[in-house]
């Protein structure tokens, strides 16, 4: 690690997502030294997983190593761990990996760390439909998707029944329900058409659910209807005002308003509604009185500050201010605005008061060459959004290398009908459930709660002493005496 330079600004990011890494960057030509704290390696370009998960990008390609991303910038030092714990008085943040406890102290810190899947209190949904979060998840549901089809030609050719593994259902009719229905139904009408011998892939069922009355809700009436039909001519099946009430290993239930039911036989089954902010905005919530909502967004103040706590910036996913929409450019404008605040702090000029959010549009695609855009009060469809999707997402995409081949695999899934991820390991679609039965006290991932302790309780010294020392240059400073 690099030598701590003594008397720096420390400042403390949590989370290395959209958020972090903005605010990491606009940092760079700061007098300060930033480190960064994230539970995972690299940055995750979460609009694109979709795309992983149904095999025409790899993981690599969507989540850069977060190190490499900021190997040039000098004051910044990634420290890998899971924060599981911010303390508001003693200035610290803890962070634990594989048991090993870290304790680093900030005189600024800013927390982005985003936004799990949220199940509305049926966790017990996430074995049998996973969502979509992680890389973790894209390459679970990877397994998923292909290895129904695998399952599917090995139960035809013995005679079985197979519709429940070729019955795919994805719940939720938001962008990422709507990108990952349009992709099944691509991936078995054109990828996998001729590759199976006792089954039809293009037989395949791809259901969409939703208890909302129309797909893409904030698209608004119009894109919605349009982004239905196309769905349904791409062969999706639009189930919508249905709630998702009960979801096991071989199907899941849906009930409708006028309280009838209906049961859906699936095998491969994908959670894409609802989330839930990270539960650091508990923590912070607890320490500062501030409000949490119904999604565990923590109330900010309009410029992104805790209530008494200038010093702590709170961002993204997992804020609620102004009704700001959990997109990736609130997170990148909110973490380069918590640095110009940084910055006119260092610098004694005043803060900006007020985060305000430049709205840059919204966008969905829903299968080759079909999209809806908005910007501003311009709607666009079809053909021309879906290039305009293309483009920002290739703006956006971290690192040249990624960009360079991300628009090959595009070629070829788009141009031609191939995909070049369609790589699955058992590993891949059993881990999680395997490491979620590991007993962590016998294998060392759980951290000795007296580590933590030790750890702050010198940083409560390493305080008491400072305070202790500004207080004797004072009393000095007031005799008139120079302290040297
Ligand atoms: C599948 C999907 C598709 C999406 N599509 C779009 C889209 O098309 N357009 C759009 O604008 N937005 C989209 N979004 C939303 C967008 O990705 C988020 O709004 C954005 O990522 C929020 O940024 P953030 O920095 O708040 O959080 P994130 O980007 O989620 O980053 C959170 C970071 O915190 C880290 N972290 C979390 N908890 C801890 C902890 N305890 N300790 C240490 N580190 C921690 C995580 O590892 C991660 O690095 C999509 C999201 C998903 C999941």
């Not at 190593?65 to 000098?74: E, F, G, N, S, Y």
């Not at 048991?99 to 985003?114: E, F, H, N, Q």
């Amino acid at each position: 690690m690099a030598a701590s330079q003594a008397g720096k600004h420390k400042v403390v990011v949590i989370g290395s997502g959209f958020g972090g890494l903005f605010g990491t960057k606009a940092l760079r030509h700061a007098d300060v030294e930033v480190t960064m704290i994230a539970k995972t390696t690299h940055h995750l370009f979460q609009p694109l997983l979709y795309q992983v998960a149904t095999g025409i990008l790899s993981q690599g390609e969507i989540a850069p190593a977060t190190r490499d991303v900021l190997h040039k910038q000098k004051n910044a030092t990634v420290l890998l761990g899971e924060v599981t714990g911010i303390d508001l008085t003693n200035k610290t943040v803890t962070s634990e990996l594989l048991g090993r406890v870290s304790v680093t102290p900030y005189d600024s810190l800013i927390v982005a760390a985003g936004a799990g899947q949220s199940y509305f209190g049926n966790d017990q949904f996430a074995e049998f439909a996973p969502g979509m979060k992680s890389i973790d998840d894209a390459l679970e549901l990877r397994g998923r998707i292909f290895g129904s089809f695998e399952l599917a030609e090995l139960g035809a050719a013995r005679g079985e029944n197979v519709d429940d593994l070729l019955t795919f259902v994805v719940v939720g009719a938001g962008p990422t329900g709507v990108e990952m229905a349009g992709q099944i139904a691509e991936l078995a009408r054109r990828t996998l058409k001729q590759d199976f011998r006792h089954i039809s892939s293009r037989q395949a069922r791809v259901v969409l659910v939703d208890a909302a009355p129309q797909v893409l809700p904030p698209f608004g009436e119009k894109l919605g209807e349009y982004s239905k039909k196309a769905l349904e001519k791409a062969g999706v099946e639009v189930v919508l005002g249905g709630m998702v009430t009960a979801v096991d290993e071989r199907g899941l239930e849906v009930k409708f308003k006028d309280g009838s039911t209906r049961r859906i036989d699936s095998v491969a089954k994908i959670w894409a509604a609802g989330v839930q902010a990270s539960p650091l905005g508990k923590t912070l919530a607890e320490q500062t009185g501030a409000e949490l909502d119904r999604a565990g967004r923590i109330a900010v103040n309009d410029d992104l500050t805790l209530p008494g706590h200038p010093e702590v910036f709170v961002l993204g996913d997992m804020i609620s201010l102004k009704n700001l929409p959990g997109v990736a450019q609130v997170a990148m404008q909110g973490g380069k605005f918590a640095a110009k605040s940084i910055k006119a702090d260092l610098a004694g000029k005043p803060r900006p008061q007020e985060f305000k959010y430049f709205d840059k549009g919204s966008m969905a695609t829903i299968s080759r060459g079909k999209a809806v855009t908005t910007v501003g009060k311009l709607r666009f469809t079809g053909l021309i959004a879906w290039l305009m999707w293309l483009v920002v997402h290739l703006a956006y995409l971290t690192g040249f290398k990624n960009r360079v081949t991300a628009v090959l695999r595009w070629a070829i899934s788009f141009l031609g009908r191939d995909r070049s991820e369609r790589t699955t390991t058992l590993q891949q679609i059993f881990a999680r459930q395997a490491l979620e039965q590991i007993d962590g006290g016998a294998t060392g991932l759980v951290s000795d709660p007296g580590e933590t302790e030790r750890l702050l309780e010198a940083r409560r010294n390493e305080l008491e002493e400072q305070a202790a020392k500004e207080a004797r240059l004072t009393d000095a400073g007031e005799r008139g005496v120079t302290a040297h």
